[in-house]
Each structure stands twice: as structure tokens, then as C-alpha cells.
């Protein structure tokens, strides 16, 4: 393919992507239980059609874990309940050492998370299901990057 045959083929694909709207889950709020390592509730409110807040609050290893995320939805293939979603956040928690890898007292945990996973909303009943994998890092408290934050949700979804 020619260079310029490229620049066209990309513009118009910036082009297609620009004007063409993305329509992603058909609630606005839901909240529900996440199952995990981590496990805890969630809520979830759409600011957009397909950007959404997600909250965390989560008692791993006798400890409690509070943690926010922006996520961007987007259908998943040609499928009207499978979608993919993908965001960045943060945390803060509040930790025993007596279970961790401390030895004594408490400490807080502030870090910068990332998700990614597949959601699905059933069609005839308000439920969404979601499979996701959450890395982190550490910045205050036990620093360091974990892997282990991945889980599966089920939520109850509000103004469909």
C-alpha cells in the first residue's frame, strides 16, 4: 500500500471514529456483590453512554479497601450484551499487619489501580455479570505491584 493510500485509509478511520456514536450498557446505576480475593460491593454509575464510575469497598485479609475507577465501555463485537470495559483509578485502605506481610500495627495503602474485563447484561432481567482482572500499585503503605485483583461482580441494574 502507497503512503498516501495509508494517510487516506487512516483518516478515514479517524473520520469514522469521530462521527459514529458508541452505544454502550442500557442502565445508569447498578450495585452489587464482587466475589475474589478482594471481595466486596460495587456501585457503578454512567456519567456518559459509555463512561461510567466504578466504587470499590472491599475486606481482604482483615483489612477494608476503598477504590474508585473511570471506565470506558465498548460493545464487544456485534453482540448487544457483551461489552468490554477498560479505566484507570485509585485507592486508599486501611491494613492489620498481623495479616499481611508485617509484622505488627496497622498501615494505610494509597495506589493507582487499572481494570479490564467483559460485562454482560441480561436482556429480561435487571442483572449485569462481569469478569475482570484489577493490577495495582502500591504508592503509600506496602508498596509494590500486585496482580491478584481480579474478580467476578453480579449486579442488580437501576434505570434501564
Known sequence: MKS????????????????????AQNYIQAVGLRGGIYSGVNYKNFFTNDVAFEGIITKPWKAWEFTALIEK?????????FFLFYGVGAHIGNYDARYTRHSTGKYMVIGADAIVGIEYEFSQLPLALSVDWKPYSNLVGSAGFFVDGGAISFRYTFDR
Open 73 to 81: 465501555h465498548s460493545p464487544l463485537g456485534r453482540s448487544i450484551n
Open 4 to 23: 498516501s493510500q495509508k494517510i487516506k485509509l487512516i483518516f478515514m478511520m479517524m473520520l469514522l471514529f469521530a462521527t459514529s456514536k458508541i452505544s
